[in-house]
Protein backbone atom coordinates (compact mmCIF):
# COMPACT_ATOMS: atom_id res chain seq x y z
CA UNK A 1 0.00 0.00 0.00
CA UNK A 2 1.57 3.30 -0.92
CA UNK A 3 0.86 6.56 2.04
CA UNK A 4 -1.14 9.18 1.26
CA UNK A 5 1.26 11.27 2.63
CA UNK A 6 2.80 10.77 -0.48
CA UNK A 7 0.97 12.97 -2.66
CA UNK A 8 -2.43 13.77 -0.52
CA UNK A 9 -0.30 17.30 0.96
CA UNK A 10 0.80 18.39 -2.53
CA UNK A 11 -2.56 17.69 -4.12
CA UNK A 12 -4.00 19.75 -1.44
CA UNK A 13 -1.42 22.20 -1.97
CA UNK A 14 -2.19 22.50 -5.76
CA UNK A 15 -6.42 22.48 -5.58
CA UNK A 16 -6.11 25.27 -3.05
CA UNK A 17 -3.73 27.32 -5.12
CA UNK A 18 -5.92 26.82 -8.59
CA UNK A 19 -8.76 27.91 -6.53
CA UNK A 20 -7.30 31.04 -5.20
CA UNK A 21 -7.66 30.41 -1.87
CA UNK A 22 -5.42 31.41 0.80
CA UNK A 23 -4.55 28.77 3.78
CA UNK A 24 -5.80 31.27 6.41
CA UNK A 25 -9.51 31.10 3.75
CA UNK A 26 -8.92 26.95 3.99
CA UNK A 27 -8.82 26.83 7.07
CA UNK A 28 -12.41 28.49 7.74
CA UNK A 29 -13.67 26.53 5.32
CA UNK A 30 -12.63 23.67 6.27
CA UNK A 31 -12.30 23.83 10.59
CA UNK A 32 -8.90 22.78 9.89
CA UNK A 33 -6.26 24.99 11.61
CA UNK A 34 -3.43 26.35 9.60
CA UNK A 35 -1.11 24.66 11.14
CA UNK A 36 -2.25 21.42 10.68
CA UNK A 37 -2.96 22.58 6.78
CA UNK A 38 0.38 23.54 6.45
CA UNK A 39 2.19 20.18 8.04
CA UNK A 40 -0.53 18.09 5.95
CA UNK A 41 0.31 20.38 2.37
CA UNK A 42 4.24 19.85 3.37
CA UNK A 43 3.61 15.81 4.27
CA UNK A 44 4.99 16.44 7.83
CA UNK A 45 1.84 14.90 9.44
CA UNK A 46 -0.75 12.99 7.47
CA UNK A 47 -4.23 14.14 8.29
CA UNK A 48 -7.28 11.84 9.85
CA UNK A 49 -9.77 10.87 8.05
CA UNK A 50 -11.86 12.85 9.28
CA UNK A 51 -10.22 16.42 8.51
CA UNK A 52 -9.23 14.64 5.21
CA UNK A 53 -12.93 14.68 4.76
CA UNK A 54 -13.09 18.23 5.66
CA UNK A 55 -10.28 19.56 3.51
CA UNK A 56 -11.75 17.58 0.56
CA UNK A 57 -15.49 19.30 0.88
CA UNK A 58 -14.20 22.77 1.59
CA UNK A 59 -11.84 22.37 -2.09
CA UNK A 60 -15.11 21.46 -2.94
CA UNK A 61 -13.81 17.72 -4.59
CA UNK A 62 -14.20 14.11 -3.50
CA UNK A 63 -11.21 12.77 -0.94
CA UNK A 64 -10.54 10.63 -3.55
CA UNK A 65 -9.19 13.78 -5.91
CA UNK A 66 -6.80 14.46 -3.17
CA UNK A 67 -5.63 10.95 -3.40
CA UNK A 68 -4.44 10.99 -7.13
CA UNK A 69 -4.04 13.42 -9.19
CA UNK A 70 -4.31 11.99 -12.77
CA UNK A 71 -7.87 11.15 -14.19
CA UNK A 72 -8.27 6.84 -14.74
CA UNK A 73 -7.84 5.64 -18.61
CA UNK A 74 -11.09 4.00 -20.12
CA UNK A 75 -10.07 0.72 -18.81
CA UNK A 76 -8.15 0.98 -15.24
CA UNK A 77 -7.15 -2.02 -13.57
CA UNK A 78 -5.64 -0.93 -9.99
CA UNK A 79 -4.30 -4.02 -7.65
CA UNK A 80 -4.86 -4.00 -4.44
CA UNK A 81 -0.89 -3.46 -3.14
CA UNK A 82 -1.57 -0.32 -5.48
CA UNK A 83 -4.39 1.25 -4.09
CA UNK A 84 -3.60 4.70 -2.07
CA UNK A 85 -5.16 4.48 1.54
CA UNK A 86 -5.81 6.89 4.13
CA UNK A 87 -4.91 5.29 7.27
CA UNK A 88 -6.95 7.35 10.86
CA UNK A 89 -3.63 6.93 12.94
CA UNK A 90 -5.52 7.37 15.51
CA UNK A 91 -8.63 4.78 15.31
CA UNK A 92 -6.85 2.81 12.60
CA UNK A 93 -9.85 3.43 10.19
CA UNK A 94 -8.51 2.73 6.41
CA UNK A 95 -10.09 4.60 3.73
CA UNK A 96 -9.49 3.13 0.10
CA UNK A 97 -10.28 5.30 -2.60
CA UNK A 98 -10.50 3.78 -5.92
CA UNK A 99 -10.13 6.01 -9.03
CA UNK A 100 -12.56 4.81 -11.87
CA UNK A 101 -13.77 6.75 -15.09
CA UNK A 102 -16.76 6.89 -12.92
CA UNK A 103 -15.18 9.82 -10.70
CA UNK A 104 -15.12 12.06 -14.08
CA UNK A 105 -18.93 11.28 -13.72
CA UNK A 106 -19.47 12.33 -10.55
CA UNK A 107 -19.67 9.03 -8.80
CA UNK A 108 -16.94 8.69 -6.20
CA UNK A 109 -16.36 4.81 -5.06
CA UNK A 110 -14.18 3.97 -1.85
CA UNK A 111 -13.80 1.03 0.74
CA UNK A 112 -13.73 1.89 4.30
CA UNK A 113 -12.18 -0.85 6.70
CA UNK A 114 -12.76 -0.23 10.66
CA UNK A 115 -10.92 -2.04 12.94
CA UNK A 116 -13.23 -3.15 15.79
CA UNK A 117 -14.94 -0.39 18.27
CA UNK A 118 -13.72 2.20 16.07
CA UNK A 119 -15.29 5.22 14.25
CA UNK A 120 -14.90 7.85 11.53
CA UNK A 121 -15.65 10.49 14.38
CA UNK A 122 -18.67 12.87 13.04
CA UNK A 123 -18.26 13.64 9.00
CA UNK A 124 -19.68 17.33 8.12
CA UNK A 125 -22.79 17.30 5.82
CA UNK A 126 -22.81 16.64 2.30
CA UNK A 127 -23.42 19.62 -0.76
CA UNK A 128 -26.96 19.53 -1.30
CA UNK A 129 -28.11 17.17 -3.92
CA UNK A 130 -25.39 14.47 -3.00
CA UNK A 131 -26.54 10.89 -2.77
CA UNK A 132 -24.79 7.97 -0.66
CA UNK A 133 -25.12 4.37 -0.92
CA UNK A 134 -23.60 1.78 1.27
CA UNK A 135 -22.82 -1.81 1.43
CA UNK A 136 -21.24 -3.47 4.34
CA UNK A 137 -19.04 -6.13 2.84
CA UNK A 138 -17.83 -7.49 6.65
CA UNK A 139 -18.63 -7.07 9.82
CA UNK A 140 -21.42 -5.19 11.35
CA UNK A 141 -21.51 -1.15 10.88
CA UNK A 142 -23.63 1.19 12.49
CA UNK A 143 -24.00 4.18 10.50
CA UNK A 144 -25.70 7.73 11.84
CA UNK A 145 -27.23 9.70 9.46
CA UNK A 146 -28.40 13.15 11.18
CA UNK A 147 -28.93 11.55 14.65
CA UNK A 148 -30.87 8.27 13.12
CA UNK A 149 -28.63 5.12 13.84
CA UNK A 150 -29.06 2.09 11.78
CA UNK A 151 -26.98 -1.12 12.32
CA UNK A 152 -26.20 -2.82 9.33
CA UNK A 153 -24.70 -6.48 8.97
CA UNK A 154 -22.85 -8.16 6.02
CA UNK A 155 -25.03 -8.04 2.90
CA UNK A 156 -27.22 -4.68 4.09
CA UNK A 157 -27.43 -2.12 1.73
CA UNK A 158 -28.46 1.68 2.68
CA UNK A 159 -28.76 5.19 0.73
CA UNK A 160 -29.34 8.28 2.06
CA UNK A 161 -29.19 11.54 1.41
CA UNK A 162 -25.67 13.09 3.11
CA UNK A 163 -27.09 16.56 3.96
CA UNK A 164 -26.85 16.22 7.57
CA UNK A 165 -23.41 14.70 9.53
CA UNK A 166 -22.43 11.20 9.11
CA UNK A 167 -20.94 8.64 11.06
CA UNK A 168 -19.64 5.26 10.51
CA UNK A 169 -19.14 3.42 13.58
CA UNK A 170 -18.07 -0.37 14.59
CA UNK A 171 -19.42 -1.34 17.13
CA UNK A 172 -19.04 -5.34 16.43
CA UNK A 173 -16.92 -7.59 17.90
CA UNK A 174 -14.53 -7.86 14.75
CA UNK A 175 -13.28 -5.39 11.83
CA UNK A 176 -16.12 -3.91 9.50
CA UNK A 177 -15.49 -3.43 5.61
CA UNK A 178 -17.73 -1.44 3.38
CA UNK A 179 -18.16 0.31 -0.13
CA UNK A 180 -19.56 3.63 -0.20
CA UNK A 181 -20.74 5.26 -2.92
CA UNK A 182 -21.31 8.92 -3.17
CA UNK A 183 -23.47 10.32 -6.32
CA UNK A 184 -22.11 13.92 -6.59
CA UNK A 185 -23.15 14.45 -10.08
CA UNK A 186 -26.64 16.29 -9.60
CA UNK A 187 -25.00 18.11 -6.14
CA UNK A 188 -24.48 21.49 -5.96
CA UNK A 189 -22.07 23.46 -4.35
CA UNK A 190 -23.82 26.14 -1.87
Request: aromatic share 2%.
Amino acid sequence: MMSPADSIGPCIRQRRKDLGLTLERLATDSGVSVTMLSEVERSVKNPTVKLAWQIARALDCSLTDLLDEEAPATMTVLKAADRRVLVDPETGVERHGVVTELLQRGLEVATYRLPRGSSTGAMAPNHPGVLEHVVVLAGNLTLEVGGDAVNLRKGDHVTYEAQSVVEYRNDGARACDFLLLSDRSRGRTP
